[in-house]
Antibody, heavy 122, light 113 residues
Framework: QVQLQESGPGLVKPSQTLSLTCTVSGGSMSSGSDYWNWIRQPAGKGLEWIGRIYASGTIDYNPSLKSRVTMSVDTSKNQFSLKVNSVTAADTAIYYC??????????????WGQGTLVTVSS | DIVMTQSPDSLAVSLGERATINCRSSQSVLYSPNNKNYLAWYQQKPGQPPRLLIYWASTRESGVPDRFSGSGSGTDFTLTISSLQAEDVAVYYCQQYYSTPHTFGQGTKLEIK
């Protein structure tokens, strides 16, 4: 079955750019109408949807982060990526990637990656 | 944005008893053309990612025990665990995926009494 795995630096300095990649295995990103999401969760807090990207490259961002976020997809590598620029301590969180499945669930998120902790600190 | 509000924030229930978590959306997540509610429930245990339990408000994901059920329509939804097991201790989130930005409730922490 499809599995997702986040990767990237665990420590980013303030004002710099956070860069993460999600690698999809067990299936092709290009098949079907699925979309690919980034979600984050500060320690001990709730979930915040950052945005989604389709294999076609169509993107929807959360307006709360839109000015600082860039997503991209590389279907040849079965990967999609997230960049958040001008980071501050408020961007410290566990970052998850997850698949949205419109055809089967209407777009609920399943599965999720295990998550990667990104700390913003000098 | 659609605001999702869960109640209560925390809940303690005895083993074998029923647990009920509520979720309210600030606007309807019912899509009239297909009569489906774009509402999901997730379970998150410590150190783990969220796990999809329920989608379309009441459809149980494959592999989810049948003691978990979802109900509701429009703006008011409920997740019910009919007979609480020790392994159900977790934080539960509702989420609307009717429109972007997709938004989550603040979470309900479920513990054993």
């Amino acid at each position: 079955q499809v599995q997702l795995q986040e990767s990237g630096p665990g420590l980013v300095k303030p004002s710099q750019t956070l860069s993460l990649t999600c690698t999809v295995s067990g299936g092709s990103m290009s098949s079907g109408s699925d979309y690919w999401n980034w979600i984050r969760q500060p320690a001990g807090k709730g979930l915040e949807w950052i945005g989604r990207i389709y294999a076609s490259g169509t993107i929807d961002y959360n307006p709360s982060l839109k000015s600082r976020v860039t997503m991209s997809v590389d279907t040849s590598k079965n990967q999609f990526s997230l960049k958040v620029n001008s980071v501050t301590a408020a961007d410290t969180a566990i970052y998850y990637c997850a698949r949205g499945t419109p055809l089967t669930t209407g777009g609920a998120f399943d599965p999720w990656g295990q998550g990667t902790l990104v700390t913003v600190s000098s | 944005d659609i605001v999702m509000t869960q109640s209560p924030d925390s809940l303690a229930v005895s083993l074998g008893e029923r647990a009920t978590i509520n979720c309210r959306s600030s606007q309807s997540v019912l899509y009239s053309p297909n009569n489906k509610n774009y509402l999901a429930w997730y379970q998150q245990k410590p150190g783990q990612p969220p796990r999809l339990l329920i989608y379309w408000a009441s459809t149980r994901e494959s592999g989810v025990p049948d003691r978990f059920s979802g109900s509701g329509s429009g703006t008011d939804f409920t997740l019910t665990i009919s007979s609480l097991q020790a392994e159900d201790v977790a934080v539960y989130y509702c989420q609307q995926y009717y429109s972007t930005p997709h938004t989550f409730g603040q979470g309900t922490k479920l513990e054993i009494k």
